[in-house]
T-cell receptor, first 117, second 109 residues
Framework: GAVVSQHPSWVICKSGTSVKIECRSLDFQATTMFWYRQFPKQSLMLMAT?????????EQGVEKDKFLINHASLTLSTLTVTSAHPEDSSFYIC?????????????FGNGTRLTVT | QKEVEQNSGPLSVPEGAIASLNCTYSDRGSQSFFWYRQYSGKSPELIMSIYSNGDKEDGRFTAQLNKASQYVSLLIRDSQPSDSATYLCAALNDYKLSFGAGTTVTVRA
């Protein structure tokens, strides 16, 4: 089945620093990847849609200058949390859908647990 | 109104029983529906997808869809302790997948 790899699986950083999270589709091409955030005991909230070769589309309330998304190839999207603060501590999960699979399900990476101290 | 709503749970069932999970969605334009299982601290794992009205069975799981009622359900037969997890209902409209808050299921041995 389709595999999405996310790295790192966890990271601890100091307040004010930046953290980059990578999301790779390992056995398929993904023109679109999605970044979610999940706080404890809450559901997944879509942050942004990452489009290969173009700008990401951010959901309402998500700061595009704080959460930088780059989708440079059909197999890699990155999310950079800039100037991280403790309130950014969360579980970040990327996902992807097979190219051309408009109605197909999302395949999720294993997630990155970010802790900002 | 949330786009996808699930019965809040938690749901506790004895081992071997049927667990019944319900989900409603507000957007009639939603085309596809999915059930994901999420263990604590892990990312969601797809367990069922359903696209047309009726039932769809896969092993011990049965998904039901009623688009007229905007209702999706998931039955887990012969529940096992390993089924203890949070189950997320998701509805797809265009490219956007909206998730419910999840129902936590505990299967008692």
């Amino acid at each position: 089945g389709a595999v999405v790899s996310q790295h790192p699986s966890w990271v601890i950083c100091k307040s004010g620093t930046s953290v980059k999270i990578e999301c790779r589709s390992l056995d398929f091409q993904a023109t679109t990847m999605f970044w979610y955030r999940q706080f404890p005991k809450q559901s997944l909230m879509l942050m942004a849609t990452s489009n290969e070769g173009s700008k990401a589309t951010y959901e309402q309330g998500v700061e595009k200058d704080k959460f930088l998304i780059n989708h440079a190839s059909l197999t890699l999207s990155t999310l950079t949390v800039t100037s991280a603060h403790p309130e950014d501590s969360s579980f970040y999960i990327c996902s992807a859908r097979l190219v051309g699979g408009q109605v197909s399900p999302l395949h999720f990476g294993n997630g990155t647990r970010l802790t900002v101290t | 109104q949330k786009e996808v709503e699930q019965n809040s749970g938690p749901l506790s069932v004895p081992e071997g029983a049927i667990a019944s999970l319900n989900c409603t969605y507000s957007d009639r334009g939603s085309q596809s529906f999915f059930w994901y299982r999420q263990y604590s601290g892990k990312s969601p794992e797809l367990i069922m997808s359903i696209y047309s009205n009726g039932d769809k069975e896969d092993g011990r799981f049965t998904a039901q869809l009623n688009k007229a009622s905007q209702y999706v359900s998931l039955l887990i037969r012969d529940s096992q302790p390993s089924d203890s997890a949070t189950y997320l209902c998701a509805a797809l409209n265009d490219y956007k997948l909206s998730f419910g808050a999840g129902t936590t299921v505990t299967v008692r041995a």
